[in-house]
Each structure stands twice: as C-alpha cells, then as structure tokens.
C-alpha cells in the first residue's frame, strides 16, 4: 500500500487506515472474535494506522487493540492513535494536566503500552484550541515519553485551522469525504503548509457512501445512525456527516455512475479522499474482516479524473452545500 508522512509524527503510514469505532460501541454489536478478525484482516491487506479512542464502548476498542498487539498485531510494526476528552463533561475547565496524565495512563494500559503513539484531543470545547495550557500539558507528556506525538480531532473547519497553527500539533482529525467538501478549501491547503498530518474519517458518511442503503434501510436502537440521527447524543455532524438521510441518498445515487467497473460505490469514494492534496490517511471502520479488506482494496484503484472530481463537485453543490456548508 501507498505510504505518506503522517504529518509531525514522521511515521510513515499506509493511506487507508482502520477506524476502530465500530470495535468499541455505537454500531450495533460487533463480537470480540469478530473484532479481532477485522485487525487481523486490515493489518494482513497493508493496513498499518488504527485509530480508536478511549471512549469507544469505554476502553472496549483499546483493549481489544491491545490484545491484538499483545498477540502479534500480525508481526508488521503499527502506528495506534487514540483519542481523550470525551469521558467527561465538556466543559474547557477539564482539560488540565491531571485529567490528562489520568486519561492517558488508562489508555496506555487498555493498549498494553509505555508510550502512546499519537493521542488526540477528541473534539474538544473550542475554547480549547486557544487555551495555552493545554498544549504546554501535551508538550509536557510528550517530554514525559507518556505520549510520542499529540493531534486534535475536530468538529469545524474553523476548529483544525487553530490546530494547525499550533507548533507542535502534529495531526489533525477532520471529517473529510465526498458529502463534506469544506476542509478542500482552507484546511488542507493549510496543513500541508505547516506540515500537519489530515485524518479523514467519517469517510463513507456513516455508511452513505456505500451505496448500499436505501429509504427503507433501519439500524438498530443502538447504533448512532438511529439514536443521534438529529444530534441527540453529540454532533449531528458525525452522523451521516450531517447530511440529511433522503438527500444523501439522492446525492450517492447520482455518484454512483462514477464507481469504475469492478469497484465498489465505497472503493470509489475512499478512492476520491486519499487522491485530494494534503490527505495522509483515511479511516474507514469495518464491522467484519471481509469490510476491512475491502476497503484496504480501495489504495488499489487507479486516480480519479478530473472529470470525476468535476462531477462529485457538482453533486455536492446541488444537493449538499445549501443544507450544511455554513455548519462545518
């Protein structure tokens, strides 16, 4: 697989990533045997970034990561990015040293590890981008060998550029794919300036952009596509990244004659974010390991055209940008 610099980490990484949400929570069940083949089978088709964080199924996504690497991982080295701040009230006031060494020594021992390789402020308040403090606690960590490299994982647009301005951020997080544009415009351009790794996740747009969803597809009560479909839960931005289900699906179906003969409508749309300048790795979750090796499959395709970005543009200002270009 096609490798990039993630950013001011200065590990090399895979452009297709694992995001280890489903693993943890909020996705329906996922079983830990199932959990453990989708590592096996991400890592097995070049797969070598898995993003989780401490929140997911609380620690369930950690642990079962860190059985993974204490059994092998597969035997190839791997960068494991986690993320902190969501297991307390969001309030700026609880993001102090403390609340962070406290934090990171539970996922340091969820991952069965002495030094975490990226951590991530995980969307915190935005006042926590302009408080000082905090990155001077981040900077301090990674002098305490707590922590190898530190990034931000951000809900707007507004939120990554304070992140990247910041001189030891060494990633950022943003949900980036074909229903969410925005980032094209200021973001990566900027990261790429200062030499900020972008992860893109939410790339499928929840499931979306699989194609394989329609107006009679349900989800369980306990997955988020049904329990925070209008932002009951947190941003509504995570959820079909804000798209509004029906639109979505009006928007995939004119994409879906772009998918090039033998790809999936997923392949195609993981293909379109790790071709845009200034993208270091996107994370796609998988719920089994057959998802998993598919999407990896994706870092296969041939480059898109300019005929395809073209037309994935003017989906999205037809349909998307009216309903949620001024959110993000």
């Not at 596509?225 to 079909?240: K, L, M, P």
């Not at 029906?246 to 195609?268: D, E, H, K, S």
Request: some cysteine.
């Amino acid at each position: 697989m096609q490798q990039r610099i993630l950013g001011r980490t200065g590990r090399n990484v895979g452009v297709i990533g694992l995001g280890a949400w489903q693993l943890g929570a909020d996705w329906g069940s996922v079983s830990e045997d199932d959990a453990l083949a989708v590592l096996d089978a991400a890592v097995a088709a070049g797969v070598n970034f898995i993003d989780t964080a401490d929140v997911y199924g609380d620690g369930r996504s950690e642990q079962l990561i860190g059985r993974f690497l204490r059994e092998g991982g597969a035997g190839v080295p791997l960068t494991v990015a986690t993320k902190m701040g969501r297991r307390v009230a969001q309030e700026p006031g609880n993001y102090v040293m403390d609340n962070f060494r406290a934090w990171n020594d539970r996922s340091r021992a969820n991952l069965g590890v002495d030094t975490l390789d990226l951590v991530q402020l995980h969307c915190p308040p935005t006042a926590v981008y302009s408080t000082d403090a905090v990155f001077d606690a981040l900077d301090t960590m990674v002098e305490e060998k707590r922590i190898a490299a530190y990034g931000v994982s951000v809900e707007t647009c507004d939120e990554a550029l304070a992140a990247i301005a910041r001189p030891n951020v060494a990633s950022v997080q943003i949900i980036f794919n074909a229903l969410r544009l925005k980032p094209l415009e200021r973001v990566l351009p900027a990261a790429a300036a200062a030499g900020v790794g972008i992860i893109a996740r939410v790339p499928l747009a929840s499931g979306l952009l699989s194609g394989r969803y329609d107006e009679h597809t349900t989800f369980g009560p306990d997955d988020h596509r049904t329990y925070n479909r209008h932002g009951e839960a947190f941003d509504v931005g995570e959820t079909f990244s804000g798209v509004d289900f029906a639109t979505g699906l009006a928007a995939v179906r004119r994409l879906a004659p772009l998918v090039p003969p033998g790809a999936t409508m997923a392949q195609f749309a993981l293909r379109w974010i790790i071709d845009q300048p200034g993208v270091s790795v996107v994370i796609p979750g998988a719920r089994n390991a057959e998802q998993a090796r598919a999407n990896a499959a994706a870092a296969d395709l041939p480059a898109l055209t300019p005929d395809q970005f073209a037309l994935v543009a003017e989906v999205y200002d037809d349909l998307i940008r009216p309903q949620i270009h001024h959110r993000w």
